[in-house]
């Protein structure tokens, strides 16, 4: 009687460990599929040029490192790096932007990805093409209202 007392007890503990593999893995397509959405925000943001858009994609505490230069620490330092990095539309044009990344891994309510980008831009002057590519890898949090927001970004040229 004992026995199969012991042997119902496992079998009901290895449905609830099988049951809640279950919902952690839906959880974390829902997790992906948010982040995805979070890329396409991002790219449509470039494309239309849309700064406020592409600032309330940061946490507060975010930290961006920029090829090149120290870390940029803080949405305010963030905000004015952008405003000091972003292209003069009267010189150069946004031919195609578009980021690749190959990895999204979900823990909590954190994620890590990385990936790879390739832009094209226009010289208004010469109509000279320029193009960089390179490589991306970020930390996202997920904030108090369940979204997903750039805690970490760095990036390198090929």
């Known amino acids: 009687m004992k026995l199969q007392k012991n042997i119902f007890i496992l079998i009901v503990f290895i449905f609830v460990l099988v049951q ?4 952690l893995t839906r959880q974390d ?3 992906k599929a948010q982040i995805k959405k979070l890329h396409s925000t991002e790219k449509k943001a470039i494309e239309e040029k ?3 858009t592409l600032q309330t994609m940061w946490i507060e505490e ?13 949405m305010e330092a963030i905000i004015e790096w952008n405003q000091a990095h972003k ?25 890590f990805e990385w990936g790879e980008y ?4 226009r010289m208004i002057a010469s109509g000279d093409t320029v193009v960089s590519n390179g490589k991306i890898l970020r930390v996202l949090q997920k904030d108090s209202k369940g979204n ?7 990036w390198n040229e090929n």
């Not at 809640?20 to 919902?23: E, I, M, V």
């Not at 920029?66 to 940029?72: A, S, T």
């Open 20 to 23: 809640c593999r279950g919902l």
């Open 62 to 74: 975010g930290v961006m490192l920029p090829p090149g230069d120290g870390p940029i620490r803080g």
């Open 118 to 121: 390739n832009a094209s831009l």
């Open 87 to 111: 292209p003069d539309s009267s010189v150069v044009e946004l031919i195609k932007m578009e980021q690749d990344f190959e990895e999204i891994q979900v823990a909590g309510a954190w994620a």
């Open 29 to 31: 397509e829902v997790d």
């Open 148 to 154: 997903w927001k750039i805690a970490r970004s760095m």
């Open 50 to 52: 849309d700064y406020v």
